[in-house]
C-alpha cells in the first residue's frame, strides 16, 4: 500500500520536488496536490516577459494537465487549504474536504508585503506575485495612462519595465538611495537607474510613500514631500515575506518562516517545508536557485537518501530586455576585504569582485554580464584565485585565451557584418564570390559584389578578405598604418568599429590589438572622434583624447594663454553683443582684441583659470562657442546678399545663418568652414571654403573642397539648387558623408581626392535615397552635438581643468 | 632617510583624472602634476624643453606626455624629449602614500633661477 503524501501548495519549488521523487520512487507515494491557484505549475519567473508581451501564459507552463494525468498525481486547482490536524493527520480545504497523509509538504510560498498606508486597499492596487497580478495589470494597461511602481528592487524594476512595454507612462518610487540595493553596490545601482531612465521611465529614489490617493480606485500616490504623482494603477513590490500562516495555526515552530532542518523537515517529523516560506538556519529565500536545491534535499529525504541542504549563496539576474546585471555573494566593503574593479563608462560597463583571503566572495556586473556564471562558480567552489588575479576582472576568456593573430579581428567578423557601406555589402557576400567565382584580385572583387566598388573606404578590408579566403597565394597591400600603435590604416578602424560594434577606445585596443596601453596622440584624438561620428548619442566622449583647444574650448597660444572667439551667426553682431565683449575685455584685462578672417571677434591672452568666467558672461549676453578651436565646423562666411547689396541675387545673409544654426556643434575629421556669397562677385570668398554657395539668379551653385591652408584650393561646382531647402539637405549630406569616409585630420578637399570626385557625386547628386539618408544621420547626430561647451562648463563640468591643484605661492613666501 | 616634513600634501590622487594632470602653483612657476592610466603620479615643471610650452595641458600616453604647442614627446619619468628631438625637463620627486600625492618639498627650492 502506498504512502499518502500531500502538498499543500504548487509553485517551482514542489514542482522540481517531484520530478526528482518521481524519478527516485514513482510508486511510493500516492500523491495529491492542492493549489490555491487555479492553475497547473508555471515558470513564474517567467512573468516579467508576459507582462511585457514577450512570451504567454501557455509558453510559460511547466507542468500541463497531461504531466499529473501520467504520473497519476491528483491535483485540487483552485483549492485552498486551511487547517492541519497534526494528530489526526489530516487536513481540511476551503471547500470541505478532509484528506489523511502520511507525510506533508508545506510550500505555501511567500506572500507581498503590502506596505499599510492609507489607500493601500484601493481597486487598482496590485502586488506582483502571480498571473492573476499580471493579468490585471495587463488589462490596467490597455488604458495607457500613468502607472506607479512603489519599489526599484528586481520585481518592482520587471513589473516597470513591463508596464513601460504596455504603453503606460511609469515612475518608480523607491525609498532607498539607488536601485536594487540588495543586491547592487551604488555605482552599478547608478548605471541601472540611467538605463531604466533611457526607456522613459521616472524613478524617484529617496522617496517615502505617504498615501495613496482616490475615492473609488486608485488615482495617484503622495510622497513624503508633498509630491503627487497621477496614477490609475499602482504596483507594490516593496518584498516579499514567507506565508508561514497554515503551519503557525498547526502549532509548528515559525520564526519568519517555517522553520526547518537541513533536511527540509519541519518541528513535525511528518510535515516538511520547502520553497520560499522556509527559514533554514536563519535564512529565508526569495529566488528560484537555491528553491531548486532544497527540492533536491526534499526528495532524499523522502526516499529515506541521506541528504543535507546547506544554505545557498544566491545570484541575481534581472530578467528586462536590454539590461544585463548579475550580482552574487556578499559585496559590502570591510576592512579585510580586497576588490577589483573594471569600469567602461562609454559602454556602460561595472565589473566588481570582492576578495578576501584570496578567493572570491562577491561580484556585481553590470553591462557585461558574461562571465557571471563563471565568477559565481568560482566563488561557490571557494577557488583560490592568486594565480589568474591579474587577468581575472578579464573573465574567462581572457585568463586562458591566447593573442590573436593579425587577421583574426577580420576572420571573427559574422558573416553578416557589413563590410562596404556604400554598396551594402556584407562578409559572406564577399567570402562567398570569391569562392564560387574563383575571384582572385581586388578588381574581379569589385566587379562582382560591387564592395570597394564606391569611396574605397573598406579596400583594406576587402583585401583581407580575399588574403583569408585564397589563403597565401594573395598578398594583400599594406595600407598605411595610422600611427606606431597599430598595423590598421584609418579606413580598416573605421569599417571595424562598425562592423565589429566597437563602442569605447579601450573596446577598440582591445579588439583590433592596439600595440599601447593607451594608445597615442594620434590615434585617440581620431578613435575618439571615430567613434563619436559612428555612436552618435551613445559614445561618451572622452575628454583625455582630445587635444587641448577641444578639452577646454578655447586656442591655446604660445605662452599658455588662451584665446577666445564667440559665435556670430553668419557674421552678424549687434551693439548689445559687442558691449559685452567689450565689458568681458575691460574686466579680465584681455590684452588684445582683434576680428577674425571668419567674420567674429577674437579674445587673445585670456587666462586659463578665467575661461569659465569669460564664458559665463558671454553666455549671459546670448553668446555662445564660436568653436574656433575644433575640429568641427567653424564658420559661416557671407556678403550682405539682397538685403542690402545692388547686385545681390539672394539673401545670402539669411541662408548663412540658417546654415550655421544648422551644422554648428557638429564633430568632423577637420575644420569646416562654409561661405555664402550673394552673387558671382564673390565678396564672401565662398570658393575657397570647404563647401561654398554662390548664389545666382536662378538659385545656389554648390561648391565644395576650397581651401586657404598651406595648400590653396579653389572650389569644384558639385551641382547647381534651385530651394534653400535644397542647398540644406545637400549641405548636411555632403556633411555626412565627410564625416563618416574620410580620414582623421584631412580636410574635404584631401578626402575628395582620396575617394574621387565620381564616389561623391554618384552619392550626393544622383542617388536622392543615399542623400536623404545621408542628411537624415546627420540631423539625428546633430541632436546630441548642439550643445553649448561653455554653457556646460559655467555650469561645473570638468572644473578640475581650470583650477589648480594647489597653489603653495603663499606658504612658500611666507618662508 | 627623508623627514615626513619634507614632503607636501598636495591633494589626493582622484583630483587628477586618469591620463591627466594639474598644476601646482608655486613662486618659482608652475609645476604639473600628471596621472597616467595605470595611476602612477609623475612631477615636472610645467615647460617644454622645446618652446616652454605648458605640459600639463598636452595628451598623457604611457608614460610621456605630448607637448600641446609642437608636439615634442617628453618622458614623465626622466624629464627628457623622446626620438630625435633633444632637451630635458626638470622633474620633482613625487609619491603616493594612501591615496594622497606627497610632493617634495626640497625638491621644489632647489629650483634653478
Request: proline share 3%.
Amino acid at each position: 500500500m502506498a504512502e499518502r503524501l500531500l502538498i499543500v501548495g504548487n509553485g517551482m519549488a514542489p514542482g522540481r520536488m517531484l520530478e526528482h521523487l518521481l524519478e527516485k520512487a514513482s510508486g511510493r507515494y500516492d500523491i495529491t496536490i492542492f493549489n490555491a491557484e487555479p492553475r497547473v505549475n508555471y515558470d513564474r519567473i517567467m512573468l516579467s516577459p508576459v507582462l511585457s508581451g514577450e512570451k504567454s501564459y501557455e509558453q510559460i507552463v511547466i507542468h500541463g494537465d497531461g504531466w499529473y494525468i501520467k504520473n497519476g498525481i491528483t491535483l485540487h486547482k483552485g483549492t485552498k487549504v486551511t487547517g492541519i490536524d497534526r494528530a489526526a493527520k489530516t487536513i481540511t480545504t476551503d471547500n470541505g474536504l478532509t484528506e489523511a497523509y502520511d507525510k506533508l509538504v508545506i510550500a505555501t510560498g511567500s506572500v507581498p508585503f503590502i506596505i499599510p498606508v492609507p489607500g493601500h486597499n484601493l481597486p487598482g492596487v496590485l502586488s506582483y506575485r502571480d498571473l492573476d497580478d499580471v493579468d490585471a495589470m495587463i488589462l490596467a494597461s490597455k488604458a495607457r495612462g500613468n502607472a506607479v511602481v512603489i519599489g526599484g528592487g528586481l520585481l518592482g524594476l520587471e513589473a516597470a519595465a513591463g508596464l513601460a512595454e504596455q504603453g503606460m507612462d511609469v515612475t518608480v518610487v523607491h525609498l532607498m538611495p539607488t536601485l536594487m540595493e540588495r543586491q547592487l553596490d551604488a555605482s552599478a545601482g547608478y548605471l541601472l537607474k540611467k538605463q531604466i531612465e533611457q526607456r522613459g521611465i521616472k524613478v524617484l529614489t529617496g522617496a517615502n510613500t505617504k498615501a495613496i490617493l482616490g475615492k473609488d480606485k486608485v488615482e495617484g500616490v503622495e510622497l513624503e514631500d508633498g509630491t503627487v504623482l497621477p496614477a490609475s494603477l499602482v504596483v507594490m513590490a516593496v518584498g516579499i515575506r514567507p506565508n508561514g500562516w497554515l503551519a503557525k495555526e498547526a502549532g509548528l515552530t515559525v520564526n519568519r518562516g517555517i522553520v526547518v532542518d537541513d533536511q527540509m523537515r519541519t518541528s513535525d517529523p511528518d510535515i516538511f517545508a520547502l520553497g520560499e516560506c522556509v527559514e533554514h538556519r536563519g535564512a529565508t529565500y526569495g529566488l528560484v536557485a537555491p528553491l531548486y536545491e532544497m527540492a533536491g534535499v526534499l526528495a532524499k529525504t523522502l526516499v529515506d537518501e541521506p541528504a543535507a541542504y546547506n544554505g545557498s549563496v544566491t545570484a541575481t539576474k534581472l530578467k528586462v530586455t536590454g539590461i544585463s546585471l548579475f550580482s552574487a555573494g556578499d559585496f559590502a566593503e570591510a576592512k579585510d576585504r580586497e576588490e577589483i574593479v573594471l569600469r567602461d563608462a562609454a559602454r556602460g560597463v561595472y565589473k566588481r569582485l570582492v576578495l578576501k583571503d584570496g578567493k572570491i566572495i562577491g561580484t556585481v556586473l553590470y553591462g557585461d554580464v558574461e562571465d557571471g556564471a563563471w565568477f559565481f562558480q568560482l566563488l561557490r567552489e571557494g577557488a583560490d584565485i592568486a594565480e589568474m588575479r591579474q587577468t581575472l576582472i578579464f573573465g574567462q576568456g581572457y585568463a586562458g585565451g591566447t593573442p590573436l593573430d593579425p587577421m583574426a579581428a577580420v576572420a571573427a567578423l559574422p558573416d553578416e557584418a557589413e563590410i562596404c557601406g556604400c554598396n551594402g555589402v556584407c562578409k559572406g557576400k564577399i567570402t562567398g564570390a570569391i569562392t564560387a567565382n574563383g575571384l582572385t584580385s581586388l578588381d574581379e572583387v569589385r566587379a562582382v559584389t560591387k564592395a570597394s566598388a564606391s569611396c574605397g573606404s573598406c579596400t583594406g578590408l576587402v583585401e583581407k578578405l580575399i588574403g583569408l579566403t585564397l589563403g597565401d597565394t594573395y598578398a594583400p597591400k599594406a595600407s598605411k598604418a595610422a600611427c606606431g600603435c597599430t598595423d590598421l590604416g584609418h579606413d580598416d578602424i573605421r569599417r571595424l568599429i562598425i562592423a565589429k560594434e566597437l563602442k569605447s577606445i579601450p573596446a577598440v585596443m582591445q579588439e583590433l590589438e592596439w600595440k599601447t596601453s593607451c594608445g597615442c596622440s594620434k590615434c585617440r584624438p581620431a578613435l575618439n572622434y571615430y567613434l563619436l561620428a559612428t555612436w552618435p548619442g551613445e559614445y561618451v566622449d572622452d575628454n583625455q583624447s582630445r587635444f587641448i583647444n577641444e578639452r577646454v574650448h578655447a586656442n591655446i597660444q604660445k605662452d599658455g594663454t588662451y584665446s577666445v572667439v564667440p559665435r556670430m551667426w553668419g557674421g552678424m553682431t549687434t551693439a548689445a553683443e559687442l558691449r559685452a565683449i567689450a565689458d568681458v575685455a575691460d574686466k579680465f584685462n584681455i590684452p588684445t582684441v582683434k576680428v577674425t578672417g571668419g567674420q567674429r571677434i577674437d579674445l587673445l591672452g585670456v587666462k586659463k583659470e578665467d575661461l569659465p568666467g569669460v564664458w559665463a558672461d558671454l553666455n549671459a549676453a546670448g553668446m555662445v562657442s564660436g568653436h574656433a578651436y575644433a575640429k568641427g565646423l567653424r564658420t559661416v562666411k557671407t556678403c550682405v546678399g539682397t538685403e542690402w547689396c545692388r547686385f545681390g541675387t539672394q539673401d545670402s545673409t539669411g541662408l548663412g545663418i540658417k546654415l550655421e544654426k544648422f551644422t554648428w556643434g557638429s564633430w568632423t575629421p577637420h575644420k569646416v568652414k562654409l561661405g555664402v556669397s550673394g552673387c558671382p562677385r564673390n565678396c564672401a570668398e565662398a570658393t575657397i571654403k570647404d563647401i561654398g554657395i554662390v548664389c545666382i539668379d536662378s538659385g545656389y551653385e554648390f561648391h565644395i573642397a576650397g581651401a586657404a591652408g598651406m595648400e590653396v584650393k579653389a572650389t569644384i561646382l558639385l551641382c547647381k539648387l534651385e530651394t534653400e531647402e535644397e542647398v540644406l539637405e545637400y549641405t548636411g549630406a555632403l556633411m555626412q558623408l565627410y564625416r563618416e569616409q574620410a580620414h582623421y585630420l584631412d580636410r574635404i578637399h584631401k578626402w575628395l581626392h582620396r575617394v574621387g570626385l565620381d564616389s561623391v557625386k554618384q552619392q550626393i547628386v544622383e542617388d536622392g535615397v543615399r542623400r536623404r539618408a545621408l542628411f537624415a544621420r546627420f540631423v539625428q547626430a546633430q541632436k546630441f552635438a548642439q550643445v553649448d561647451p561653455w554653457a556646460e562648463r559655467v555650469a561645473g563640468a570638468f572644473d578640475y581643468e581650470f583650477k589648480p591643484l594647489a597653489d603653495l605661492r603663499i606658504s612658500q613666501a611666507a618662508e | 632617510m627623508k623627514m615626513s616634513s619634507d614632503w607636501l600634501d598636495i591633494g589626493t590622487l582622484n583630483d587628477i583624472p586618469k591620463r591627466a594632470a594639474r598644476v601646482v602653483k608655486t613662486a618659482r612657476g608652475d609645476i604639473a602634476i600628471f596621472r597616467t592610466m595605470d595611476d602612477q603620479v609623475f612631477a615636472l615643471d610645467d615647460k617644454c624643453p622645446h618652446k616652454g610650452g605648458p605640459l600639463s595641458q598636452g595628451i598623457v600616453q604611457g608614460e610621456s606626455v605630448t607637448c600641446p604647442l609642437h608636439n615634442w614627446v617628453i618622458s614623465l619619468k626622466t624629464g627628457e624629449a623622446q626620438g630625435a628631438d633633444q632637451g630635458c625637463t626638470r622633474t620633482i620627486a613625487v609619491k603616493l602614500q594612501d591615496g594622497r600625492i606627497l610632493l617634495s618639498w626640497p625638491g621644489l627650492a632647489v629650483k634653478a633661477a
